[in-house]
């Protein structure tokens, strides 16, 4: 089983991208699923319905997000009734729509998680305590034939953490939210594929997929506005985990790059 995972959709030219490359994208590289962040599709702040439904169409089967996922106050509504998006599954129980969804596929249950760090992050209930739960009721190669976490968080040390706790209970832990793709894509000791972020789908030319000249000018305290995206050719930046169909654990794990100059 071959799954895409693609980091933080960032603007308007990356999710162009994304949806004119993606029916291309999985016939040539044989995916069984694919994953993408979209917290950021829309303006580079939050998502909307429209998007989702493109993505959706385009062949993307799953959207996580992260902290941008409420920007914009339409999706309250639309992730109530649409399981293939997701929000952090740690923000408090009331919070419309849900963390996790199990998707049938052909080769039997790809379970997805979505869960949001603490450190120097929004308030939420913890982390690890949220994916305990998770694993204790999904049992990879039981019931689940493949289990993939976004963790959406700031800091390296809280991702990496993640993967060791997940260590041979899940297929793939990949970190999201910092947009800048790191070069330890890796399967752990115990059969899990991790990377600690898997970077963005946006223009590369830019910081972090905003405007560089007004993040620049944010940083020297000169005139500046509200950060927007860069609107440049798009690179789409993740990963490809192949599975063990029998045990749901990786066999191969590759970085993912598409496009760019």
Not at 35 to 42: P, Q, R, T
Not at 189 to 209: E, K, L, N, R
Request: hydrophobic content about 35%; proline content about 3%; some cysteine.
């Amino acid at each position: 089983m071959r799954i895409l995972f693609l980091g933080d959709i960032v603007g308007r030219s990356a999710r162009d991208c994304v949806i004119k490359k993606m029916p291309d994208i999985r016939r040539d590289y044989s995916l069984d699923f694919v994953i993408v962040n979209g917290e950021n599709a829309a303006g580079g702040f939050g998502i909307t319905e429209d998007i989702c439904e493109k993505l959706f169409s385009s062949g993307v089967d799953c959207i996580t997000t992260g902290n941008h996922v409420w920007d914009q106050r339409e999706l309250l509504k639309y992730i109530d009734n649409e399981d293939r998006l997701l929000r952090p599954i740690n923000f408090p129980s009331e919070t419309p729509g849900k963390g996790l969804n199990i998707f049938p596929n052909q080769f039997g249950r790809i379970l997805v998680v979505n869960v949001m760090g603490r450190l120097f992050m929004d308030s939420l209930d913890d982390p690890f305590s949220a994916i305990e739960k998770v694993l204790s009721e999904n049992h990879l190669g039981e019931n689940c034939e493949a289990i993939v976490i976004d963790i959406h968080a700031e800091t390296t040390s809280e991702k990496t953490a993640m993967g060791h706790f997940c260590d041979g209970k899940v297929s793939l832990v990949v970190g999201t939210h910092t947009h800048i793709p790191t070069a330890d894509y890796q399967i752990l000791p115990y059969g899990t594929a991790y990377q600690t972020d898997a970077g963005m789908c946006g223009d590369y030319d830019s910081v972090i997929g905003m405007n560089k000249r007004n993040s620049l000018n944010r940083f020297l305290k000169l005139e500046s506005k509200k950060h927007f995206p860069a609107e440049g050719e798009a690179t789409l930046s993740g990963l490809i985990v192949e599975c063990n169909t029998s045990n749901g654990l990786a066999n191969k794990v590759e970085s993912f790059i598409n496009g760019g100059k």
